[in-house]
């Protein structure tokens, strides 16, 4: 049974950069699909961005622009790049995997439903 481990969080000024990184005890077993959520105190957890074995990535509409997913095959390693960092990005943020990122024709495009498999989390602070 794959397991998830985030690092790469921690405190950051406002318009900083992060690398969050998920890293799969091995090769994300049959699950394709590979996203970031992330849930502030008080707040519904809500998804960031997702990618496909395949390269493919899809983006929370709000998002567009700030983040990039990414994946290291050969270090079984999913990144997240979070730049022009803001307060209201503070949270803890969560990898998941999945066997399918499946198609919605409306928003939201990176949904909990798709994912089995989560990390730990691991917590953002924008000051």
């Known amino acids: 049974h794959v397991q998830l481990v985030e690092s790469g969080g921690g405190s950051v000024q406002a318009g900083g950069s992060l690398r969050l990184s998920c890293e799969a005890s091995?090769?994300?077993?049959?699950?394709?699909?590979v996203g970031w959520f992330r849930q502030a105190p008080g707040k519904e957890r809500e998804g960031v961005a997702r990618?496909?074995?395949?390269?493919?990535?899809d983006y929370s509409d709000s998002e567009k622009g700030r983040f990039t997913i990414s994946q290291d095959n050969a270090k079984n390693t999913v990144y997240l790049q979070i730049d022009s960092l803001r307060p209201e990005d503070t949270a803890r943020y969560y990898c998941?995997?999945?066997?399918?990122?499946?198609?919605?024709?409306?928003?939201?495009?990176?949904?909990?439903?798709?994912?089995?498999?989560w990390g730990q989390g691991t917590q953002v602070t924008v000051s």
């Open positions: 998941a995997a999945g066997p399918k990122c499946k198609r919605y024709g409306s928003p939201p495009k990176v949904r909990a439903s798709d994912f089995d498999v």
């Open positions: 990618i496909v074995r395949g390269g493919s990535t």
């Open positions: 091995e090769y994300f077993d049959s699950r394709n699909c």
